[in-house]
């Protein structure tokens, strides 16, 4: 199936690793142009897009920028407008997921978490429909939450939890509004990916995991990549509101 992505232009937030490295090099096989926006790791980054543009041909930037940060926001779409002329497709991937019990969980960390989880993705997708209505043009919004977002935390990450719950909730909201002008809005829940958000975690009690997945294995990112790519494609035009589970049946719903 061609996704017919040529002359699409992407912006994959925290796109230089882990899922989001997937997700902007299916995008970019597949003909999307992406902006990969990255906070830290800069020298891998701007090696992971000279990588992408030899590999492809293609014409990809990093773009340095805080999602939590709006004159970084409204810096990273003036940039994006400046040299392609358009933002298509915003995928808002980057995230943090921290461990603490609510016993000793800070009011700070409570906040960064919900912050950069949810609060993020609104500030960057308001700013992309402003865009997109402007230029009367429609769009696809993605949004990563988690199997956690239904399940809730089992193991200390009761604030990402909640913003994922959030961002689920976020994800049909904005759906319904933006429908009428054309822009799709969805959402990927991944299970459990071998990412480095949880690298240590996995070291630690991959065995419990495994017991949680009726597939009994941890996905590649670039499985749940696939759902992204489709989603951002005119192939999804008739689906909105939606959040698509890629967890090997860790959740069922
Ligand atoms: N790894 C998993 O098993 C798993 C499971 C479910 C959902 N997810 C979700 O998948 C997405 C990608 O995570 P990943 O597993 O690839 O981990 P990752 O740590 O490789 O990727 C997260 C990226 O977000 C970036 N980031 C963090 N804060 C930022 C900020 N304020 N501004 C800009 N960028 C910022 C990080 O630098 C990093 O590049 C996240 O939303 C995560 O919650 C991951």
Not at 149 to 159: D, E, R
Request: aromatic content about 8%; proline content about 3%.
């Amino acid at each position: 199936m061609d996704l017919n992505l040529k002359g699409k232009i992407a912006i994959v937030t925290g796109g230089g690793s882990g899922l989001g490295a997937a997700i902007s090099e299916l995008l970019v096989q597949e003909g999307a142009t992406v902006v990969v926006n990255y906070i830290v790791d800069q020298s891998n980054v701007f090696k992971f897009v000279d990588s992408l543009n030899e590999k492809y041909n293609s014409n990809c930037i990093p773009l340095y920028g805080d999602i939590t940060n709006a004159s970084d926001i409204d810096n990273i779409i003036a940039r994006c407008v400046d040299i392609y002329g358009k933002v298509d497709i915003l995928v808002n991937n980057a995230g943090v997921w921290p461990t603490q019990y609510v016993e000793n969980m800070s009011d700070e960390e409570w906040e960064k978490t919900v912050r950069i989880n949810l609060t993020g993705p609104f500030m960057f997708s308001k700013r992309v429909v402003r865009h997109l209505i402007e230029r009367k043009s429609p769009g696809k919004i993605i949004n990563i939450v988690s199997q956690a977002a239904f399940h809730g935390s089992t193991s200390g990450h009761a604030h990402y939890a909640s913003a994922k719950g959030g961002l689920v909730t976020f994800t049909v909201s904005l759906a319904r509004e933006v429908a009428k002008y054309g822009i799709n809005v969805n959402a990927v829940a991944p299970g459990m990916m071998r990412t480095p958000m949880n690298k240590k975690e996995l070291a630690e009690r991959e065995a419990e995991y495994l017991e949680r997945i009726p597939l009994r294995r941890i996905s590649d990112p670039i499985e749940v990549a696939y759902t992204v790519a489709f989603l951002a494609s005119d192939k999804a035009d008739y689906i909105t509101g939606a959040t698509i589970d890629v967890t090997g049946g860790m959740l069922m719903r």
